[in-house]
């Protein structure tokens, strides 16, 4: 037997040595093994068969009330100095976090079966991509594995060649909100999490291995672990340029990577094909390039909001082979969410309950689809080629409902770094905690990045280097509201109105207003026939408030200042420069 399958045997019985569980199985991921898993927990009550006519192969699983979303203030990072993990995350120390995480999984398996899950972030074949193992008590995760990673025999089989792979530990415990927590050891490559059924808490491919884990082995190996889709966009010339862009959760990153072109586009021939929608690993490439894979092998998207109109895409994606979980279901058993506006109506809400709209909505904000990616019509081939894409454009965006125009462009890296850094967005239901709150969100990895935000700067400002041919850097706000508290742009497919001006850029052939916040559209460039949009809404998504930028820049000076003597001075003069401009 190879060294590495010895680890992963050796660990696997420590494990059970400590979780005592009945049984233990190993994943194959073979069609046989998921047939008896979803037939067992339809048996248990784990998850409920929907309407096999209208969404064959598709299930409802509810996740207990008190588990319905990631929980930051549970979630931490374990360096072993505390400033190694930095002011961006909470800390504890290692032997500390294994103690108290031990303490947790003692016994918790008995009367359960221990799954380990074996899968690769990333096509099989890709130098870019990396394995990890998940052993967990939930068949509801080992489904959800099955379908966001490649899982099974060719993961074991690359691990056995390649040696190194990522631990995760995963129980759910009680479901206990006061006994769950979601522990990294970013040195060991091991991750702990217990009480949590909830995606990124518990399918820990996801979030914490490929962020938190793979941002601190990024750092150390020169690439890049980033929570941002990836599109390709086809123009009427048949060339295809590829788009990364960070938005925080639930600010439309699966809306993006599956845009579908506005009238007018589609008939010039427009085509917009889809690599990720939640995590890029990228890396500079021979030509000086990044190139950038998807790791994940399906998406675990929101419900709520996905219509016919909004994400045509998403919504053909789900009518089949689907896990979905905490929707609304109708009386003829198909799921149902705010949004879907398909004329339906919902008889039970998510937690099981006669739907009563006084009472809670039908489906949890934070509610979710996960299907495999394979599924989406504009599923792009590349996403399986194992050089990755290469980057034209990187793009940042929040929720701002004020202050922050539709799109602007950045000077250089180092101007783009900096508008990274300093994003801002307002929080949403994909984290317990308050909705609504601005907060800043750095690269939207405020609650991903495996060490220190200043660290993670410095590592971005690296690639700045001779013979880099780095892609450009945008910030774009689709949720700028007017004073009547209503979005002032349209968003979703006419958002490539947007990334159209970006590309026009990237080939030099769009003007631009230089601010002193980077470069703004010229109306005359960025195309927006057949919109109406009011006086108000062009004066606000395309113009600059000096005096509220002003202030903006403050609490951005500040807000690095959180960051101490290891934030890379380049970005605080940066941040000067672009002050003492607004002054
Ligand atoms: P995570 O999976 O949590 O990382 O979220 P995400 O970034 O993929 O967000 P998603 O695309 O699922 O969108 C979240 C919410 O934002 C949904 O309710 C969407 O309908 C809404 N949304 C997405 N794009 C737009 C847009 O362009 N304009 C407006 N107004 N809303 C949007
Ligand atoms: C996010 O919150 O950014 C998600 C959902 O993509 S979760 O997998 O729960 O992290
Ligand atoms: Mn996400």
């Avoid at 006519?53 to 100095?81: G, I, K, M």
């Avoid at 030099?508 to 009011?534: F, H, R, V």
């Avoid at 807000?559 to 890379?568: I, N, V």
């Amino acid at each position: 037997m190879s060294s590495s399958l010895e680890t992963l045997n050796q660990w696997v019985e420590a494990v059970a040595r400590l979780t005592r569980p009945d049984r233990i199985h190993w994943c194959d991921g073979s069609d046989a093994e998921n047939a008896a898993l979803i037939a067992q927990m339809q048996a248990d009550g784990t998850l409920f068969k929907l309407n096999e006519q209208t969404h064959p192969n598709s299930y409802l699983h509810r996740s207990h009330p008190d588990d319905v979303a990631r929980v930051e203030h549970l979630t931490f990072v374990c360096t072993p100095e505390r400033e190694d993990a930095g002011p961006n995350n909470h800390w504890m120390a290692p032997a500390d976090g294994h103690a108290q995480m031990d303490a947790l999984f003692d016994g918790c398996m008995a009367g359960r079966t221990l799954y380990v899950i074996p899968y690769c972030m990333g096509p099989i074949d890709s130098p870019l991509s990396r394995c990890g193992v998940e052993i967990t008590d939930s068949p509801y995760v080992v489904a959800n594995m099955r379908i966001m990673t490649r899982m099974g025999a060719p993961a074991l089989a690359r691990i056995e060649r390649e040696g190194t792979f990522v631990k995760g530990l995963h129980s759910i415990g009680e479901l206990d909100p006061n006994r769950r927590y979601i522990m990294h050891f970013p040195e060991e490559l091991t991750i702990k999490s217990f009480g949590s059924g909830y995606g990124g808490n518990a399918l820990l491919g996801k979030k914490c291995h490929a962020l938190r884990i793979a941002s601190h082995q990024a750092r150390s190996e020169g690439w890049l672990a980033e929570h941002m889709l990836i599109l390709g966009i086809e123009n009427p010339k048949g060339e295809t340029h590829y788009i990364a862009a960070a938005f925080p959760s639930a600010c439309g990153k699966t809306n993006l990577a599956m845009l579908i072109p506005p009238e007018g586009y589609l008939q010039d021939g427009w085509k917009i094909t889809t690599i990720g929608d939640d995590i890029c690993w990228m890396r500079p490439g021979k030509d000086g390039r990044l190139y950038a894979i998807n790791p994940e092998a399906g998406f675990f998207g929101v419900a709520p909001g996905t219509s016919a109109k909004s994400n045509p895409n998403a919504l053909a994606s789900i009518q089949a082979d689907t896990i979905f979980t905490n929707v609304g279901v109708t009386a003829d058993n198909q799921p149902w969410w705010e949004g879907l506006d398909n004329g339906q109506t919902p008889v039970t809400d998510w937690q099981g309950q006669p739907y009563d709209p006084a009472v809670r909505p039908a489906a949890h904000p934070n509610s979710r689809f996960t299907v495999s990616a394979k599924r989406c019509p504009s599923y792009s081939p590349m996403a399986e080629d194992p050089q990755g894409v290469p980057i034209s454009a990187i793009v940042f965006g929040g929720r701002r409902a004020s202050l922050v125009p539709l799109v602007f462009e950045t000077r250089d890296w180092t101007h783009g770094v900096l508008v990274g850094a300093s994003m801002g967005s307002e929080t949403t239901a994909a984290a317990t905690g308050a909705v609504g709150v601005m907060r800043r969100d750095p690269m939207a990895m405020k609650p991903f990045c495996g060490y220190n935000f200043a660290d993670y700067f410095a590592h971005w400002l690296s690639f700045d280097q001779p013979g880099a041919k780095l892609p450009k850097v945008f910030h774009v706000n689709w949720f700028r509201k007017g004073d009547d508290g209503k979005f002032l742009w349209p968003g979703f497919g006419d958002n490539l109105r947007v990334l159209e001006w970006m590309l026009k850029r990237v080939d030099g052939s769009a003007g631009a207003q230089e601010t002193p916040i980077g470069n703004l559209p010229l109306t005359s460039e960025l195309n927006l026939d057949g919109l109406s949009l009011s006086e108000e809404a062009r004066n606000k998504l395309f113009g600059l408030d000096r005096a509220g930028w002003q202030a903006e820049f403050a609490s951005i000076g500040e807000y690095l200042d959180e960051y101490g003597p290891r934030l890379p001075q380049a970005l605080h003069e940066e941040q000067q420069r672009i002050a003492a401009r607004l002054a």
